[in-house]
C-alpha cells in the first residue's frame, strides 16, 4: 500500500493496522517522517492557539486536541517498533541466505543504514562464531580483553526526562521501556545519543 502525503490521524491508524495485520514491512511515503513531523506541529499549534482562548468550549477544545495528541504518539511509537522488529527479522533472514528481497524495497531512508548495520553485525559473528565453532576453532571477535572489560564497566546511570519505548541498542540488547523520573543504569554509547536528543540526564 502506497500512502499518500497527506498525514491525518485517520490514515496514521490505518497506518498502524496494516503494520500490525500484515506480515511484510509496509510501504510508506519516503517523505513520511517529515509529514508526520508537520503534522505534529500543526496540532501543537491548534493547541496553543486553544490554550490562549479562555472560554468553557476552548477548555473542552484543550483537552479533546491534548488527548489527540497523546494518541498520535502512542501510534507512532507501535509503528515504530512494530517495524523495527520485521527490520530485524529482515536483516537476519537476509544475512543468512545473502540476497535482496522483495521487502527490503519498503524500507524508509531513515532505516535502511539500521537494516544495514545489523546485516554487517550477523553476517560478522555468524563467520566469527559459527564458522569457527564448525572448523574446530575458538571464536575470536578480535576485540581485546582489556577493552572487553573496559567496555563491560563502561556504565553511567541516567534519569529519563520523558517516556522512551522499547528499542534495540548497537549490542542488539532489548532496552526499555522506560519511564518518566526513572533512574537506569545504561552503556555510555546509548547514554549519548539519548543525552543529544535531550531525553535523559546524567546522576
Known amino acids: 500500500m502506497k500512502v499518500e502525503n ?7 491508524y490505518e497506518i498502524l493496522r496494516l503494520e500490525k495485520f500484515k506480515k511484510e514491512l509496509q510501504c510508506l511515503n519516503n517523505e513520511f517522517y517529515k509529514d508526520v513531523i508537520n503534522y505534529l506541529k500543526d496540532k501543537k499549534n491548534i493547541l ?17 486536541t491534548r488527548k489527540q495528541i497523546e494518541n498520535i504518539h502512542k501510534i507512532l511509537r507501535e509503528l515504530y517498533e512494530r517495524r523495527e522488529s520485521k527490520i530485524v527479522q529482515m536483516a537476519m533472514f537476509h544475512s543468512r541466505i545473502q540476497t535482496n528481497t522483495e521487502d527490503k524495497r519498503n524500507l524508509l531512508k531513515e532505516e535502511e543504514e539500521f537494516f544495514n548495520n545489523l546485516v554487517e553485525l550477523f553476517v560478522k559473528y555468524r563467520i566469527e562464531v ?11 571477535l578480535n576485540l581485546p580483553k582489556n577493552i572487553k572489560t573496559e567496555e563491560k564497566h563502561k556504565k553511567n546511570i541516567v534519569k529519563f526526562l520523558e517516556f522512551i519505548p522499547k528499542f534495540i541498542g548497537e549490542d542488539l540488547n532489548m532496552y ?5 523520573n526513572q533512574e537506569v543504569e545504561l552503556p555510555l554509547k ?3 545519543i539519548l543525552e543529544n536528543t535531550g531525553k535523559v540526564e546524567k546522576i
Open 176 to 180: 526499555g521501556p522506560y519511564e518518566i
Open 6 to 12: 497527506l498525514i491525518t490521524y485517520e490514515t496514521l
Open 130 to 140: 559459527l564458522d569457527s565453532i564448525l572448523a574446530e576453532k575458538i571464536p575470536d
Open 48 to 64: 496553543l492557539s486553544q490554550e490562549n482562548k479562555d472560554s468553557v468550549f476552548t477548555s473542552q477544545s484543550v483537552l479533546k
Open 190 to 192: 546509548i547514554i549519548e
